[in-house]
């Protein structure tokens, strides 16, 4: 052929050109395919084995919980680890969605269908050892932990890491893809060089008889590029002529141009695909350390060594948080070429040295330029100062578990930080792991120990359950003996029962003597403190100062006897057990305050000093019945008071010095009174036994009121104790805890060995005096008597000194009264007076009582909404009830208050006109 050199070289390096071309191709597609396998691990494999294992941890932290649900006596304990346990189903679904938004591939879909239904399955079983657990049926509910939880529980562990060793596997295996497309790419390129010097070869030998002595020195230029070991510097050719042997030049000199660029590309490309596969195979091989391992020393000292190894450290210390009493510490577990203990320090706080502050920023330190001594990396050969030190918090979901230290004789490269900055994350899931293991582990072996004092428990009752046998079998020989007794123990039976029969007849009638003596006494005292107050109050102002001292007697008498009546009654409830207590948080300087303000006038009166101290060291709330705390220390101020006649009067509360528990709160009343005998000191505190109890009867009283505190005392949990000398004073003191006692202590009641006859009376509470209504007064009809002025108002009493005591109070408040002897009474005067705008309606009287009154009333349509106030003298529980079903509107107690009485009535007048 007659081609010309242009032609020749053009068709060879048109040949060339289009080689390079398809290794440019070719290496663009490797490059890329190389990428894509990185990023498959990046983005798929290494997110969806971190997922499954934190699913594997969460699961885990779950299941110590439900131990911990089963384990707890206390329920409150109880409902907050179902609130944590609420947290980790949260979590572990996050975690379940983020791992199904990268699924991949048929086996994963079937592995992760699979970890759910198992999660499924044992969330169903965990609610069926939650309810068991909060009926507090442990046994029961570990034996479904053991069983078929447990089961459920390493089926779900079992599939999860396979999970995490599936997507282990796949990442690398893609890791190793990639690395064959490296070798293969380098193959190729290598390869279709040796083709491309072929050709040129080839070329040169068909040119040699025409261009030998032109192309000699190309021919040199050229077979030298293919022997150059830089293929980024590569030689170049000097252009001298502008022919076609100056064109082969120049196109020879732009080849060796993009050869060298193509180099340098596949030079970057090698040094970052070993760059991540160094990365990617030492994060596998710390990852393999965590296999199996279940020892937090151990895995330290084995991390700390093989992390030191891959940085090129020359010494390390892995510290790991640590729970040492309230405080948490970051412990020294393992170390890297430490020479003496004392080159690493046991134990950091957080924020304490180096170590500290990274736990407390949670961030990366990195030291460079160490000063001399600070520490020294000792071999055989000799010791030297590190140049760099670098510090790594290891953190779990936010919280840092442990710090790592290295320092090396060198700077740690970018990827050396960039290795450390990835395993810090497994390690610490590895680390959390692995403590909620030994917790876990932990519960185990305190649970098994109780399945063991049980079994020993269970032996014990099996030999007493022998010998009760044998027993048993003695007693049927016995019982043999006994049948001959058995018709006189018949005949003894159907006596005790004619006598219990008796004796429940005998109780209804105390039941009734008790609750009529109750109105009895207080029908007639009601008209005479109603009448004393009258008098009192001198309206009118035709009464001397000596006759108002008379009345105001009178009514103070009057007191007293009511204040007997309810200490009889309060006595009454205590010892049938049937007080309770109703405990609230109690301010201790204001109790200070109301004892001082109630008793400081009385003592004032007698000569006395009186004092009230509140010692700084005392708590300043109290957790118990306020007013029983107060009927207590009334009780007992009351009595110093009055049995001192000289000197003083101190109520001091305090600390207890004589208390095991130095919470315990000491309430003392101390005075310098008459004292009491060392023989007496246990007798006053039964009922009706008095200091005083000779006839002269100086001090008066009825002997209850101590024989109330001890029992209310005990009520409170507490008990109340007396230090006396006759003659120089005594010193009752009252123990308290401030702390809240358990719902079941607060039910707890004083009850006495009692006779077989019950004394049902016993068994009635006595109601407060307070009206109902009282909560629902509105101040301005209380306080507006215009209300009061121009109405009419029906008393239905039998009593007439009643009639005439109630009377004449409403009377001088200018209301129109009308009276009835009875109900049937009452109801006539209701019919002949429809205009009557309030009804006072006694409940004990004859031929129609107020019951039965108060429900024909209100069977009357025009009277269906008149107010009707009941009045009685019974102080029984259920009285108040029985009124207001009757038909009451609101209810009253005698002996009445007659300012109490006519704020009652302007409520409901008030009402009845608006």
């Not at 290794?23 to 494999?45: A, C, P, Q, R, Y």
Request: net charge negative.
């Amino acid at each position: 052929m007659g081609l010309t050199i242009k032609k020749k070289l053009f068709i060879t390096f048109g040949i060339l050109l289009t080689i390079f071309i398809i290794m440019g191709i070719f290496s663009t597609v490797v490059l890329k395919e190389i990428n894509d396998k990185s990023t498959e691990i990046d983005v798929n494999w290494l997110p969806s084995a971190n997922h499954a294992h934190s699913i594997n941890t969460l699961i885990s932290d779950f299941r110590i919980h439900e131990f911990r649900h089963i384990l707890s006596s206390n329920i409150k304990e109880k409902d907050q680890l179902e609130n944590e346990m609420k947290e980790i189903k949260k979590d572990i679904q996050k975690n379940l969605l983020s791992y199904q938004n990268s699924l991949n591939g048929d086996y994963d879909r079937q592995l992760f269908r699979t970890v759910k239904k198992e999660w499924e399955g044992y969330q169903e079983i965990n609610n069926k050892i939650m309810s068991i657990s909060k009926q507090f049926k442990s046994e029961q509910a570990m034996q479904i932990m053991e069983g078929e939880s447990e089961e459920a529980f390493d089926r779900c562990s079992s599939i999860l890491e396979e999970l995490v060793n599936f997507n282990q596997e796949n990442s690398t295996q893609a890791s190793l893809e990639g690395d064959e497309l490296y070798a293969g790419s380098n193959y190729a390129l290598t390869l279709m060089v040796i083709i491309c010097l072929v050709v040129g070869g080839g070329n040169a030998i068909w040119l040699l008889r025409d261009i030998v002595g032109k192309l000699s020195k190309l021919t040199t230029a050229m077979r030298g590029v293919s022997q150059h070991k830089d293929k980024t510097s590569l030689p170049r050719l000097t252009v001298t002529s502008k022919d076609e042997l100056g064109e082969i030049s120049r196109v020879f000199n732009s080849m060796a141009a993009t050869l060298e660029q193509h180099a340098r590309q596949e030079k970057d490309y090698t040094k970052k695909i070993q760059d991540q596969h160094w990365l990617k195979s030492n994060l596998a091989e710390i990852t393999g350390l965590f296999q199996g391992m279940q020892n937090v020393k151990k895995l330290g000292q084995q991390l700390i060594s093989k992390i030191s190894s891959q940085v090129g450290a020359s010494y390390g210390v892995f510290y790991v948080i640590e729970e040492q009493g309230k405080n948490q510490q970051f412990v020294n577990m393992g170390t890297y070429a430490s020479m003496d203990i004392d080159d690493a320090a046991a134990s950091f706080r957080l924020g304490e040295g180096l170590v500290g502050q990274c736990a407390l920023e949670k961030k990366i330190i990195n030291i460079n330029g160490v000063p001399q001594n600070y520490i020294n990396i000792t071999s055989g050969l000799g010791s030297a100062n590190p140049r760099n030190i670098i510090l790594v918090p290891v953190e779990f979901e936010g919280e840092v578990l442990a710090v790592i230290e290295l320092a090396s004789l060198t700077d740690f490269s970018p990827m050396h930080q960039e290795l450390l900055e990835q395993i810090r994350w497994n390690i610490g899931t590895a680390l959390n792991r692995i403590q909620r293991h030994m917790e876990i582990e932990k519960l185990l072996a305190e649970s098994q120990t109780l399945t063991e004092e049980l079994q020993t428990q269970s032996e014990e009752l099996q030999r007493q359950q022998e010998e009760l046998r044998t027993t048993n079998e003695q007693l049927n020989e016995q019982y043999r003996e006994s049948e001959k007794k058995t018709d006189e123990l018949e005949e003894a039976k159907s006596a005790l029962e004619e006598k219990a029969s008796q004796l429940a007849i005998s109780s209804q009638y105390k039941t009734e003597f008790l609750s009529n003596m109750s109105h009895e006494l207080r029908t007639p005292l009601n008209s005479l403190m109603i009448l004393a107050r009258m008098l009192m109050e001198n309206k009118e102002g035709n009464l001397t100062a000596k006759q108002v001292e008379y009345a105001e007697t009178i009514l103070s008498s009057g007191h007293e006897l009511l204040n007997l009546i309810n200490d009889i009654l309060d006595l009454a409830k205590i010892e049938a057990g049937k007080l309770q207590v109703k405990p609230d948080q109690v301010q201790l300087f204001e109790l200070k305050a109301t004892m001082e303000r109630q008793f400081a006038p009385l003592a004032r009166r007698k000569g006395i000093e009186f004092k009230v101290q509140l010692d700084n060291g005392v708590t300043e709330n109290i957790y118990t019945d306020e007013n029983r705390l107060k009927q207590i220390l009334k009780n007992l101020l009351s009595n110093a008071v009055k049995f001192t006649d000289q000197g003083y009067v101190h109520f001091l509360i305090q600390r207890a010095d004589n208390s095991n528990d130095p919470s315990v709160i000491a309430f003392s009343v101390i005075d310098t009174g008459i004292g009491i005998a060392p023989d007496r000191q246990e007798t006053i505190f039964e009922a009706f036994q008095q200091v005083d109890g000779t006839t002269s009867r100086k001090y008066g009283g009825t002997g209850l009121g101590l024989s109330i505190c001890r029992e209310l005392s005990n009520l409170l949990g507490g008990y109340v104790e007396v230090e006396s000398k006759e003659g120089e004073g005594s010193r009752f003191t009252l123990y308290l805890s401030p702390y809240e006692i358990e719902p079941e202590s607060l039910q707890h009641t004083v009850k006495k060995e009692v006779a077989v006859t019950i004394d049902t009376v016993m068994q009635k509470e006595v109601e407060p005096e307070e009206p109902i209504h009282l909560e629902e007064t509105v101040e301005d009809a209380t306080n507006d008597d215009e209300v009061l002025i121009g109405s009419k108002v029906l008393v239905v009493d039998d009593d007439m000194r009643n009639v005439f005591a109630i009377t004449a109070s409403l009377e001088q408040q200018q209301i129109e009264v009308l009276f009835a002897e009875n109900g049937r009474e009452g109801i006539e005067v209701l019919r002949d007076n429809p205009d009557i705008d309030l009804v006072l309606m006694d409940i004990m009287m004859p031929e129609m009582d107020g019951y039965e009154a108060m429900d024909a009333i209100r069977q009357m349509p025009d009277f269906a909404k008149l107010p009707i106030i009941a009045l009685t003298a019974k102080a029984m529980k259920g009285d108040r009830k029985k009124c207001l079903e009757a038909g009451a509107t609101d209810y009253i107690s005698k002996p009445l208050d007659i300012d109490q009485l006519l704020s009652l009535m302007r409520v409901w007048l008030y009402r009845q006109v608006n």
